[in-house]
């Protein structure tokens, strides 16, 4: 349930006229009273012998009543409260008893006093209500509406749980605006799935991952085929700018432009300069740049990915907030970023964690930008690496990037909750089941290919394998031997020593540097952290080939080099 306090107004009949009419895209159906101040005000929708004026009148009695110059400049308060779309249709009489609970926690009137202010509900949709009220109480004074918008917010949580209504987390002010209902309206009749606002929003936000300057990213929304106008100064400099559809347009046939802050706080253009004031990394050996084939640059993208994730944990687990706030954030972009290259079979899923992700990117914790280079780059490497192929020769790393994400996701959730923060952190919950949901469409090929592989193995192998978990990992190993990815492991394990690389020690680092058992497969997530800390190819099919044997300390972290990368950026 969604209360909100609309702005003030100055006429009572011109809001009576809007509740009352069709709606500014005939949205409206059926407008009428579900509740009033004295449970008698005359209904101008159900009634053929009252009129607007009438019930205006009345409203505005209160304020009529006392001097002109002790009556207050805007004197009509006006609230909405609406549904989920998941929620039950309430009926009339169950919306009056949440218009008379939200006016007495307002402090629009005041029951047991018996001298509130008059107000009156009207419904003209199944989802919602509008509550006009006038701010001079019967008596002549005027209400105590001190943080009344957080009262109704209160009311609301406790009649969610009354009425059987899906329960939202308590809000901070840091979330993008809502699409309005005759912005949902007019998508539903342009037989859209989200609104133009939600599709300019995710449109922006693709285009700012990864991006370094201004060029590129106002190039990327016009490659994407939005509309653009850009608000410039006097001086010349650039101030703003605002996006639209090329297909929504209004009633003059204009198209309907949305400035960057309307879709999201972080859109606004000094909000996205904030990210590329600290610039990105020098590219560096490993990066997915000029020196790698095309045909192989989305596999190293995602390479890349999975180990700036990797790294990134342990500063949200460690790091000051400023810090983690920015790793998050940039979190958000490689999200983005990967959905917006993803392949068919892992689009929607990633999609949707984008989304929901959105919301766990934004705090009252203020980012300190330039520690989140790393992510950032992923972000960037990413978009300019190309679409990924499928289930392909990239699918492992796909799978591996993916799986690493979800662990920073998951970690970002708890970060939130500890901060309180419980709409992120809600945000944070569901953008990790759609990236396990992408995950399993991922892993499926790469994983089918290391199991059969590993059960090719022989006897021998299978058992030298067993006997480096086992001692390795004595108290996991026999839960890892049961699981049905123990194979691909296994497959896992002797690519890695045919490479020159100690499994011993990989397995012993890769279960050292972050816990493993609430992990739903911890055979999986061992094949993925050890394929990205030995530098394993990303073809599964086959194994690779033999490498003369180097020091077993050739692909395993050195403690020092473990310290500096544990280290807050910070210290």
């Known amino acids: 349930m969604i209360p909100r306090i609309q702005k003030r107004g100055q006429r009572t009949i011109g809001l009576l006229y809007y509740l009352y009419g069709p709606g500014k895209y005939e949205e409206h159906t059926d407008p009428h009273l579900v509740a009033s101040w004295d449970h008698n005000a005359p209904d101008p929708g159900r009634d053929a012998t009252a009129t607007l004026q009438q019930l205006q009148q009345l409203l505005d009695q209160p304020v009529e009543n006392i001097d002109q110059a002790q009556r207050p400049k805007k004197h009509v308060w006006h609230l909405s409260v609406r549904n989920g779309a998941e929620d039950r249709i309430l009926?009339?009489?169950?919306?009056?008893?949440?218009a008379r609970r939200m006016v007495a926690a307002a402090g629009i009137d005041d029951p047991e006093a018996g001298a509130g202010c008059r107000w009156a509900a009207v419904r003209h949709a199944d989802d919602h209500i509008h509550i006009v009220a006038t701010l001079v109480r019967e008596d002549g004074y005027k209400p105590d509406l001190d943080h009344d918008a957080a009262r109704v917010q209160a009311q609301a949580r406790a009649l969610e749980t009354e009425l059987g209504l899906r329960r939202l987390n308590k809000g901070?002010?840091?979330?993008?605006?809502?699409?309005?209902?005759?912005?949902?309206?007019?998508?539903?009749?342009?037989?859209?799935?989200?609104?133009?606002?939600?599709?300019?929003?995710?449109?922006?936000?693709?285009?700012?991952?990864?991006?370094?300057?201004?060029?590129?990213?106002f190039n990327r929304l016009t490659t994407s085929g939005l509309l653009i106008r850009r608000r410039v100064a006097p001086s010349g400099d650039l101030l703003g700018y605002k996006v639209a559809l090329p297909d929504d347009r209004n009633a003059q046939d204009e198209p309907v432009f949305y400035p960057g802050a309307r879709l999201a706080p972080d859109l606004s253009l000094p909000r996205i300069r904030e990210r590329w004031s600290a610039g990105l990394p020098e590219r560096d050996a490993d990066s997915a740049g000029a020196d790698v084939r095309p045909a192989d640059r989305p596999s190293a993208a995602r390479k890349l990915t999975a180990s700036a994730a990797w790294n990134a944990l342990l500063v949200i687990e460690r790091g000051d907030d400023a810090v983690t706030a920015a790793h998050i954030a940039a979190a958000g972009e490689v999200l983005d970023a990967l959905a917006k290259t993803s392949a068919a079979h892992t689009r929607q899923e990633l999609r949707a964690a984008a989304r929901e992700f959105e919301r766990a990117s934004r705090?009252?914790?203020?980012?300190?930008?330039?520690?989140?280079?790393?992510?950032r780059r992923a972000a960037r490497d990413l978009v300019r690496s190309g679409p990924a192929l499928g289930h392909g020769e990239d699918g492992a790393t796909t799978a591996m990037a993916i799986d690493m994400l979800f662990f920073l996701v998951t970690t970002t959730a708890h970060w939130h909750?500890?901060?309180?923060?419980a709409q992120q952190a809600a945000g944070a919950r569901q953008a990790a089941e759609h990236l396990r949901s992408a995950y399993q469409a991922a892993a499926a090929q790469p994983l089918g290919a290391l199991y059969q592989r590993g059960r090719r193995l022989g006897r021998p192998l299978l058992q030298r394998q067993t006997t480096v978990l086992r001692e390795a990992l004595p108290e996991l190993a026999e839960r890892i031997l049961a699981e049905p990815g123990w194979y691909a492991l296994a497959a896992t394990l002797h690519d890695t020593e045919t490479t020159g690389n100690d499994p011993h020690n990989?397995?012993?680092?890769?279960?050292?540097?972050?816990?493993?058992?609430?992990a739903e497969s911890i055979s999986d997530v061992l094949v993925w952290r050890l394929r990205r800390a030995a530098d394993l190819p990303t073809n599964t099919t086959a194994p690779p080939r033999t490498r003369a044997a180097e020091p077993s300390t050739r692909r395993t972290e050195q403690p020092a080099q473990r310290r500096a990368e544990t280290r807050s950026p910070r210290q």
């Open 363 to 375: 705090s009252h914790v203020r980012a300190e930008r330039g520690h989140d280079r790393a992510l």
């Open 172 to 217: 901070d002010g840091t979330a993008a605006k809502r699409p309005t209902s005759a912005e949902r309206h007019k998508a539903q009749r342009q037989g859209r799935e989200r609104t133009a606002r939600e599709e300019l929003r995710e449109t922006v936000r693709r285009a700012v991952a990864g991006a370094t300057s201004e060029e590129e990213f």
């Open 91 to 98: 009926s009339d009489e169950e919306w009056g008893d949440v």
């Open 417 to 421: 909750a500890k901060k309180n923060h």
């Open 506 to 518: 990989l397995l012993t680092d890769a279960a050292r540097r972050r816990e493993l058992t609430s």
